[in-house]
């Protein structure tokens, strides 16, 4: 899988949600349905675990700062390092038995996309500043 595609990935799912990926796959107007399983991180999300706006397939990194949600995505903050942050959600596709398609690394960022059915998730991981790192979740429903 190409660089593109993870990042295209990334900014559908953020600008979007789910509805984004339906697209592609026949009328641009019709809503995305939902997915057939859900993973209990998924549950959690709608049950008020967390945030009712977002119901991620992932845990959000703690500790770490809300900067923006949507339906399908979130920003977090934290002042973590990069490796930090990327070994904990290659931890969580890894246990959540997700199918990593790629992984994307470098001193100052970490790029993941991964599969679990027709349910893909991009991580962005990125420095923000001297200290600090930026981290975006988006999952697209394809």
Same mark, same amino acid.
């Given at each position: 899988m190409d *660089?593109?595609?993870?990042w295209m990935l990334l900014v559908? +799912?953020?600008a979007g949600g789910t509805a984004a990926c339906s697209a592609s796959q026949g009328d641009p !107007?019709?809503? +995305?349905?939902?997915?057939?399983?859900? !993973?209990?991180?998924?549950? +959690?999300?709608?049950t008020g675990a967390r945030s009712s706006k977002t119901a991620l397939p992932l845990p =959000? %990194?703690?500790?770490? *700062?809300?900067i923006?949600?949507?339906?399908?995505g979130v920003q977090l903050? !934290?002042?973590?390092?990069? !490796? *930090?942050? +990327?070994?904990? %959600?290659? =931890?969580a596709l890894k246990s959540g038995k997700w199918r990593i398609i790629s992984i994307? *690394? =470098?001193?100052t960022s970490t790029n993941m996309v991964a599969m679990r059915g027709t349910l893909g998730v991009g991580i962005s991981i990125s420095r923000a500043g001297?200290?600090?790192t930026s981290i975006v979740v988006a999952k697209c429903q394809c």
């Open positions: *660089k593109h595609w993870a559908l +799912a953020l !107007s019709a809503p +995305a349905s939902s997915p057939t399983s859900a !993973s209990p991180n998924t549950v +959690a999300a709608r =959000n %990194y703690q500790p770490s *700062k809300v923006m949600q949507t339906t399908g903050s !934290s002042m973590d390092s990069v !490796s *930090k942050v +990327a070994s904990f %959600y290659e =931890n994307d *690394k =470098n001193a001297p200290v600090g």
